[in-house]
């Protein structure tokens, strides 16, 4: 069974403009959720979907947002980027929350904001 | 929130020595796991262990929850064991996780 996906891995960005980003969950997995981490804030939750619904959000601004399709794949945006968003940005899957549940996490793409 | 302390910050091992992980959690947690992230940044799932103790290998952890800790303990380290290992944990059943700030282990040929 594949692993979750997450596309692009790097990329560079300039202040101000925007970028999605996106996460394949693994097959039969309908819970996304999206973290960034940075070497400062370390690990932080950004959102999480689950049949194409947001069930919980972080503490993050309104520049980033995210969607969950039919086929559980997920996207996330931000907009007007600022420096400090530079950042890795995880993507994990699982099939369901709560006891028991366990999250697979991807790659990451690691953004640079310049 | 709920706060994650995890101790010691950095670890300097030589290959073959143990060590043992610590991860404090400030509320009672519906979910526990542990990661490992390789140099790449992926994180790697190590343990689900929000109660009891669990062994895979050459790793194992427990998790006291009544006394909000979790363990992890690494016997015969290996170079490829170097890396920054994290403990998460869930209270609302919604896949959002909490991280502590990790530990830094470094394991020396």
């Known amino acids: 069974k594949a692993g979750v996906t997450q596309t692009p891995r790097y990329l560079i960005k300039t202040r101000g403009q925007q970028v999605t980003l996106s996460c394949s969950p693994i097959s039969g997995h309908r819970s996304v959720s999206w973290y960034q981490q940075t070497p400062g804030q370390g690990l932080q939750f950004l959102f999480e979907?689950?049949?194409?619904?947001?069930?919980n959000k972080g503490n993050f601004p309104g520049r980033f947002s995210g969607r969950q399709f039919s086929n559980s794949r997920s996207e996330m945006n931000v907009s007007t980027l600022e420096l400090g968003d530079s950042a890795l940005y995880l993507c994990a899957s699982s099939d369901g929350a709560g006891p028991g549940n366990t999250i697979y996490f991807g790659e990451g793409s690691w953004l640079t904001v310049v | 929130g709920i706060q994650v302390e995890q101790s010691p910050p950095d670890l300097i091992l030589q290959e073959g020595a143990n060590s043992t992980l610590r991860c404090n959690f400030s509320?009672?947690?519906?979910?526990l796991q542990w990661f490992h992230q390789n140099p790449w940044g992926q994180l790697i799932n190590l343990f689900y262990i929000p109660s009891g103790t669990k062994q895979n290998g050459r790793l194992s952890a427990t998790t006291v929850a009544t006394e909000r800790y979790s363990l992890l303990y690494i016997s015969s380290s290996q170079t490829t064991d170097s890396g920054v290992y994290f403990c998460?944990?869930?209270?609302?059943?919604?896949?959002?996780?909490?991280f502590g700030s990790g530990t830094k282990l470094n394991v020396k040929p």
């Open positions: 979907y689950f049949s194409e619904t947001q069930r």
């Open positions: 998460a944990v869930d209270i609302y059943n919604f896949n959002k996780f909490y």
């Open positions: 509320d009672s947690v519906n979910n």
